[in-house]
C-alpha cells in the first residue's frame, strides 16, 4: 500500500475494534500506531484498512496475531545499565531495610528481559526469596514467549555488555542454561515470577506494589490515555512506592503529576507521595 | 538561488546525518544566529549506549540551546532537538514530538527516515529536510516524503562529503532544490533568517 493512511480510516479500524474485541486503541500515539498498522498491512499484504477490517470479519481470530504485530516488543536485559544500578544500590534496598520483602509489577513487560534483568539483581542482593513480581503484557504470545525465556545467542551479547556495564560481577551466563544456540534462564530464577495477560488501558487495578516498571511502554499512548493509565499505576502502588517510566518519558505533563515526587530525574524514577 | 525559497512560513527543520556529518553540523549550529526561528530536529545516526557527552560535544560551538526532547514533548519555536540515543523521534500531530523504540530502520535507531516522514506528514510543504554525508541510504526515502508533500529538500554535495551514500540515495528516489557544501547550506538557512527578521 502505496499512499497514507488516513485518519479516518484508523478511526475506523479502531471503532471497529472497540465495537468487536476488548481493546481500545483509539489514543495510542498517532504516528506509531500508523506505522504499526502499515506494517501489518504490508505483512500479509492487505490491500488497504478496510481490507485489514474485513479480514477481522471473516476471521475474528485474526484479531491476536493483529495484536501481537501492533505491539512493540523490542527490549533488552539490562537496557539502559544506570537504571538498573540505581535499583540496586538506592531504591531496591531501600524498600528491604524498610518492610523486608517486595512486591513488582512490570506492565508491559513484553518478552520478558526486563523481568530476567530484575530476578538476577534481586538474587545478586540476595533478596530474590523476598520478592512478589508480576509481570503482564497485552499479547498472548508474547507472555507466552516470557513463560518459555529462551533467547538468540547473537541477542545474549548485547544482554551480557549491558550486564557488564552495569556493574554485574558474575559470569553473566551462569545464570542461563544453553541448548542449540538458544539460553535459556534457569527456571529457579523465574519460579517467583507470575505472568498474566493485562491490558493497561482496559485493565483495572488487580494489586498494589512497591515499584511498578512501566519503561517505554505509554510513550505508544497519546497524552489522554498517558493521563488515564497514569492514574491505573498511582492506584497500584502502596504510598511511597516507586514508579519507573523509561528515560525518555515524563510525568510532568500528566494530570496527577503532583502525587508524585522524582526520585532519580536522570532514571525517571518517581515516587507516589499522595493517595 | 530561487526566491520563492525564501518565506517566513516554515514550521520546521529536519537534518540527518551520519559518518562524516557531525563536523559540518557543528558548524552549522555556530553560525546560525541565537534567535533563529525556526525549531530544528536533528537525526543523526549515534552509538546506542552512549547516552551522553554526544549533546555536550553538539553544543560545545552552538549558539543555540540542543535539547534531547522527552515524549511528548511540545514544539517550541527557536530550539534544536536532538533524536535521544536508541529512540526513534517523530512529530506529531498537535506540536509535540513522540519517541519510540520500534525496531531499527535502516538499522539505525534513531532512523533519519523516520523523523523525516513524520514531520513531512505533519508540516507538509512548510518543512526543509537537509541530509548531510552518511555512509548508508536512511534519509532517502524520507526526503522522498518530504518533497511529496511540497517540502524543500536539500542535500550536502556529495562532491564534499565525507560519505557520499546518504545524500547520493536521497538524489536517487527523490528530486532534490538544492545540491550545497555545507557553508552554502548555513547561507542559505542565514537568508530565510533575514526572511523572517521582515
Known sequence: MQRDIEIAELRRLTQYIDDNFDYDFKNYAMSSFTRRVRRVIELYKFTSVEALIKKFKNDPSFFQEFVSEITVNVTEMFRDPTFWSSLRDEIIPDVIKEHRKISIWHAGCSSGEEVISMCILLKELDCLENATIVATDIDQSIINKAKKASFSAKNMELNKQNYERYGGKNDFLSYFVEDEGFFYIKPELIERVSFRVQDLVKGNPFSKFDLILCRNVMIYFNQTLQNEVLKKLHGSLFKYGNLAIGSKESLIWCDIANKFVVVNNEEKIYKKIKD | ?198
Open chain 2, 1 to 198: 538561488m530561487k526566491s520563492s525559497f525564501f518565506h517566513n512560513k516554515y514550521k520546521g527543520i529536519v537534518i540527518g546525518g551520519s559518518a562524516g556529518s557531525f563536523k559540518p553540523i557543528t558548524k552549522l549550529l555556530a553560525d546560525l544566529p541565537k534567535d533563529f526561528p525556526i525549531p530544528i530536529f536533528l537525526c543523526l545516526h549515534r552509538l546506542k549506549h552512549v547516552r551522553h557527552g554526544f549533546i555536550e560535544a553538539l553544543s560545545i560551538k552552538s549558539s543555540k540551546p540542543i535539547l534531547e526532547p522527552l515524549d511528548k514533548e511540545i514544539v517550541r519555536p527557536g530550539m534544536v532537538y536532538l533524536a535521544p540515543a536508541n529512540y526513534h523521534l517523530c512529530i506529531e500531530l498537535g506540536n509535540t514530538m513522540s519517541l519510540s523504540t520500534e525496531g531499527l530502520v535502516n538499522n539505525s535507531r534513531p532512523a533519519i527516515d523516520l523523523t523525516f516522514k513524520s514531520a513531512a506528514y505533519v508540516y507538509k510543504e512548510k518543512l526543509i529536510g537537509i541530509l548531510f554525508s552518511g555512509a548508508n541510504k536512511d534519509g532517502a526515502l524520507g526526503m522522498k516524503a518530504i518533497k511529496d508533500k511540497g517540502g524543500v529538500t536539500i542535500i550536502q554535495d556529495p562532491e564534499e562529503s565525507m560519505m557520499n551514500t546518504m545524500p547520493l540515495s536521497a538524489k536517487q528516489v527523490t528530486e532534490i532544490d538544492f545540491c550545497l557544501e555545507a557553508e552554502k547550506i548555513t547561507n542559505f538557512l542565514l537568508d530565510l533568517y533575514k526572511a523572517y527578521q521582515k
